[in-house]
Antibody, heavy 117, light 111 residues
Framework: EVQLLESGGGLVQPGGSLRLSCAAS????????MSWVRQAPGKGLEWVST????????YYADSVKGRFTISRDNSKSTLYLQMNSLRAEDTAAYYC??????????WGQGTLVTVSS | QPVLTQSSSASASLGSSVKLTCTLS???????IAWHQQQPGKAPRYLMK???????SKGSGVPDRFSGSSSGADRYLTISNLQSEDEADYYC?????????FGGGTKLTVL
């Protein structure tokens, strides 16, 4: 059974940093591209970033480019999102997702990030 | 990059059918999309992949009541024999040039 378990969320001050992790199990992690998608309270889904299966290719939404870094450790079946220079508008639930045949084919349960002083 | 347009809300009666629409922006009418369901307080769930031809493939465990179809730039999600648990937000998604895009979502109310 595919499992994606996010962790690392919490309360952080504006300008601060946070690193999210997503522990994957139930599939060959190193064979799939992965994404982070976020959802601000009461709002819709917003794509944040995608990383290729080797980690060599990374892509970002304009809203986070230069502040967030996606990475992966295939030996640990873990996806990461390093978030720097956090802003109030980054407050959201962050979901880890598995890309299957170009589609967001599986979602984690999410971790909440709150940026507030 | 593509833009996906969805109606903000829809409603239908228990046991009836409803057809939700996702419209692709100009120049992207042939894009493949995906439909996702998000029940209140839960994470999103992948429902299906839908091509411009109308061919669709569903995720594991998605009931037969859910189906997809296409016409031009419009992509549809039809839910038949509506159940109370179908009350949820429904999002479409597409991708282009390594960018992924979600529609604004449709809130479905089951009356």
């Amino acid at each position: 059974e595919v499992q994606l378990l996010e962790s690392g969320g919490g309360l952080v001050q504006p300008g601060g940093s946070l690193r999210l992790s997503c522990a994957a199990s139930g599939f060959t992690f190193s064979s799939y591209a992965m994404s982070w998608v976020r959802q601000a309270p009461g709002k819709g889904l917003e794509w944040v970033s995608t990383i290729g299966y080797t980690g060599a290719s990374t892509y970002y939404a304009d809203s986070v480019k230069g502040r967030f870094t996606i990475s992966r450790d295939n030996s640990k079946s873990t996806l990461y999102l390093q978030m720097n220079s956090l802003r109030a508008e980054d407050t959201a639930a962050y979901y880890c997702a598995k890309i299957i045949a170009a589609v967001t084919g599986y979602w984690g349960q999410g971790t909440l990030v709150t940026v507030s002083s | 990059q593509p833009v996906l347009t969805q109606s903000s809300s829809a409603s239908a009666s228990l046991g009836s059918s409803v057809k939700l629409t996702c419209t692709l922006s100009s120049g992207h009418s042939s894009n493949i999309i995906a439909w996702h369901q998000q029940q209140p307080g839960k994470a999103p769930r992948y429902l299906m992949k839908l091509e411009g031809s109308g061919s669709f493939s569903k995720g594991s465990g998605v009931p037969d009541r859910f189906s997809g179809s296409s016409s031009g730039a419009d992509r549809y999600l039809t839910i038949s024999n509506l159940q109370s648990e179908d009350e949820a937000d429904y999002y479409c998604e597409t991708w282009d040039s390594n960018t992924r895009v979600f529609g604004g979502g449709t809130k479905l109310t089951v009356l």
